[in-house]
C-alpha cells in the first residue's frame, strides 16, 4: 500500500515540561525520546544500565543529575532504573521531583518486588485498563491508561523488494514463550503441589473470565495460592508469571493449529519448531529486525495474523498497532479494549473466538478489496489517534495537571 498519508504532530499546549528518562533498556523508550524530540520537550538520558555503581555512587549521580538538569519529573518504563530498595525514591522525594512510571507490561508482576515504591509523588501509567482499579487498590493513588500507540516516523515500509520467503498469504510474528515460560519455571523452583497441575492451572486460566492468574488461582486454586504463600516473594511471583506465559504459549499454539490448513508463516524464536515441529504445512522464519524488516514484512502478506498474550486479557500488543501504520491487513483476537481504539469490522479484523478463525481467514483471503479498505481506515485512525506523540502528549498533560 502506498504511505500516502503523513503523520501530524500533536499540539502540546502550556509550558513544556523538563523530562529526566530513566534507562534506555526497553524498546519503547526509543519512541519516547523521538516523540519528545519532535514536540520540542527539553530532555535528558539517564542510561544507569550502562554502569555499574555502588551506593555511593549511584546517590551522587542522581543527585548531581537532578540538581543540573533540573527536570520537572523522571520517567521510567517498566520501572527500569528504579531499585527495589527505594533509594531512588527517596532522593525523588528529598528534591521534590514526581516519578511516572509507564507499564507496558503486568505492573503487579513487577511492582510486587519493590518496597517503598509509592514514596513520593509516583505517578503510574499502564497500557492495560484493567490494572488501573488493581493499582489504586494497592495504594497507588495517581493510576492512568495509557496504550501502547505506534511511530509511524521510525516503523514505516521503505518499499524495497522483500525476499520471496518472505511472502505469505497467512503470517505471523511472535515468541513462542517456550524458553521464557522454562525459564520462570526455573527460577520459581515450585513445590511438587505447584508444580504436578501446572498445564493444567494453565489451560484453566487460558480460558477463564479472570484477568489474571492470582485472581484465577484465587477461585480455582486457593490450595496453591496458600502453597505459594509459603515461598520467598520472588519465587511466587515467578511461578504466576510462568502460569501466564505457559497459558501464552498454549493460546498461541492452539490458534495457530486454526491457520494451519492455510500453510503460514510463521516468524520467531526456534521454540516454533519444538511446538509445531510435528505439523505439516507451515514455513518457519527467524526473529526479523524491528524496525529494518518487519514494516516492509507486514505488507508482504495478505493477512498478518496476531493473537495476544494472556498476560493482557483485555489489553492489545503492539502488533495491532504496528501493522495498521504500515498500511498492512490484520486479524486479531478480540479484546474489551481495542473497542475504545479502533471500530472493529470498519477500522480492525477481529475474531472472538478461536472456532471463528478458519472461517474469516477463507473469507478475507477471497475479499482483497475489503482487506485494503480495513487496512487503509485502521491507519488513519492510527495516524489520527494512536502515534507515540500523542501517548507522549497524554502522559505530559497528565503530569502537568497531576503533579506540576
Not at 527495589?84 to 508482576?109: C, K, T, Y
Not at 524491528?290 to 493482557?312: E, G, H, R, V
Request: aromatic share 10%; charged share 25%.
Amino acid at each position: 500500500m502506498k504511505q500516502t498519508d503523513s503523520p501530524r504532530i500533536p499540539e502540546l499546549s502550556g509550558t513544556k515540561p523538563r523530562v529526566l528518562l530513566l534507562t534506555s533498556q526497553y524498546f519503547i523508550m526509543g519512541e519516547i525520546e523521538a516523540a519528545l524530540k519532535r514536540l520540542g520537550v527539553e530532555h535528558r538520558l539517564l542510561d544507569l544500565a550502562a554502569r555499574e555503581m555502588d551506593l555511593n555512587e549511584f546517590v551522587r549521580l542522581m543527585t548531581e543529575t537532578l540538581s543540573d538538569f533540573k527536570p520537572d519529573f523522571v520517567l521510567t518504563v517498566n520501572h527500569l532504573g528504579v531499585d527495589r530498595e527505594g533509594v531512588l525514591m527517596s532522593i525523588l522525594d528529598q528534591m521534590n521531583v514526581p516519578l511516572a512510571s509507564w507499564f507496558v507490561d503486568n505492573p503487579h508482576l513487577i511492582l510486587d518486588l519493590y518496597s517503598n515504591v509509592n514514596t513520593g509523588r509516583s505517578v503510574l501509567f499502564t497500557w492495560d485498563a484493567d490494572t488501573v482499579e488493581s493499582l489504586k487498590a494497592d495504594g497507588y493513588e495517581s493510576v492512568f491508561h495509557l496504550p501502547l500507540g505506534a511511530d509511524p516516523h521510525r516503523f514505516t515500509p521503505e518499499g524495497k523488494d522483500v525476499p520471496q520467503e518472505w511472502r505469505a498469504a497467512i503470517s505471523f510474528v511472535g515468541n513462542s514463550m517456550k524458553t521464557k515460560t522454562e525459564m520462570r519455571f526455573a527460577a520459581a523452583r515450585p513445590t511438587f503441589a505447584m508444580m504436578e497441575s501446572g498445564f493444567e492451572m494453565a489451560e484453566g486460566f487460558m480460558e477463564a473470565p479472570e484477568r489474571t492468574v492470582r485472581e484465577y488461582l484465587q477461585r480455582e486454586w486457593p490450595d496453591i495460592v496458600t502453597e505459594m504463600s509459603r515461598q520467598p516473594r520472588e519465587r511466587a511471583l515467578a511461578f504466576e508469571t510462568y502460569l501466564t506465559w505457559l497459558a501464552t504459549c498454549l493460546y498461541r499454539r492452539d490458534c495457530l493449529l486454526r491457520i494451519m490448513p492455510f500453510e503460514p508463516l510463521i516468524v520467531g524464536d526456534d521454540g516454533w519448531n519444538d511446538i509445531l515441529g510435528r505439523i505439516e504445512g507451515w514455513r518457519y522464519h527467524a526473529e526479523l529486525n524491528y524496525y529494518d524488516d518487519l514494516p516492509d514484512f507486514y505488507l508482504a502478506s495478505d493477512i498478518n495474523f496476531n493473537c495476544t498474550s494472556k498476560q493482557m486479557k483485555g489489553a492489545c500488543n503492539q502488533r495491532v498497532f504496528d501493522v495498521p501504520c504500515c498500511g498492512a491487513f490484520l486479524l486479531t483476537d478480540h479484546r474489551d479494549q481495542i473497542e475504545t481504539l479502533f471500530e472493529p469490522g470498519r477500522e480492525m479484523a477481529v475474531y472472538n473466538t478461536m472456532d471463528e478463525i478458519p472461517d474469516m481467514v477463507e473469507r478475507f483471503m477471497a475479499e482483497p478489496d475489503e482487506r485494503k479498505r480495513i487496512a487503509e481506515a485502521g491507519r488513519r485512525r492510527v495516524l489520527a489517534e494512536h502515534t507515540y506523540d500523542h501517548r507522549i502528549v497524554s502522559l505530559l498533560t497528565t503530569m502537568r495537571d497531576t503533579t506540576l
